[in-house]
């Protein structure tokens, strides 16, 4: 991987950067897999409670697209890169959603692989702050935030699940990443981090 001063700063810290990126673009994976396949199952979606799932999937999948947006910056800053392809993503990474096995019509059957997915995200990010905690500031405050939209992800699932829309927990920003939204810088595209590094 490429020489940078943020991946010198972590391994300076005990963080072994190449397993961190590592990690990082696992999770990356992960989060543009989410967006793509909830884009496309909103579509199969049908009925009132096909509807009220639809509602659920639009805020989640705009926020894992922030979460996508949010952790390539990083990956890069630490001397990593995405794979080349979209295609590269799903068969490298093994995605939970990308081996997506419900019938989309069954939505009791599709909200438990939608809760396999959230479950993955909290443990892909648990993980990635245990191991920056006290080592990169900069990594730990980033996977925290996400972690705390994921877990209202799982939240608002299990809340369907046993309970129906009409009783989810509404937040205002729902779908607008609230505690991620910080970390997005829309008008710098990734490009220009690289360049800085
Ligand atoms: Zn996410």
């Known amino acids: 991987m ?10 300076k810290n005990g963080v072994d950067a190449d397993q961190l990126v590592t990690m990082l673009v696992r999770a990356a994976a992960s989060e543009w897999s989410n967006y793509y ?8 979606l049908l009925g ?7 509602q659920i999937l639009e805020d989640v999948r705009r926020e894992d697209l922030n979460h996508f947006e949010a952790l390539v910056p990083r990956i890069y800053e630490l001397g990593g890169q995405l794979p080349a392809t979209a295609l590269e993503i799903n ?12 019938d ?25 702050c245990n191991y920056t905690s006290g080592k990169d500031n900069r990594t730990y405050a980033l996977a925290l935030a996400i972690l705390h939209e ?15 829309a009409h009783e989810r927990a509404l937040r205002d920003e729902r ?19 690289v360049g800085a590094c």
């Open 2 to 11: 490429r020489r940078c001063i943020a991946r010198e700063l972590v391994e």
């Open 37 to 44: 396949f909830y884009t496309i199952l909103r579509v199969d």
């Open 48 to 54: 009132a409670e096909g509807e009220a799932l639809k």
């Open 91 to 102: 068969a490298q990474q093994k995605t939970v959603m990308a081996n997506f096995a419900a």
């Open 104 to 128: 989309p019509s069954d939505t009791r059957a599709l909200i438990e692989y939608l809760l396999k997915a959230a479950e993955f995200s909290v443990r892909c990010y648990t993980d990635i």
């Open 150 to 164: 994921e877990i209202e992800h799982q939240v608002w699932f299990l809340e369907f699940l046993g309970h129906g």
């Open 175 to 193: 779908g607008r990443s609230p505690f991620v939204s910080k970390f997005l810088r829309p008008n710098l595209p990734p490009a220009t981090v």
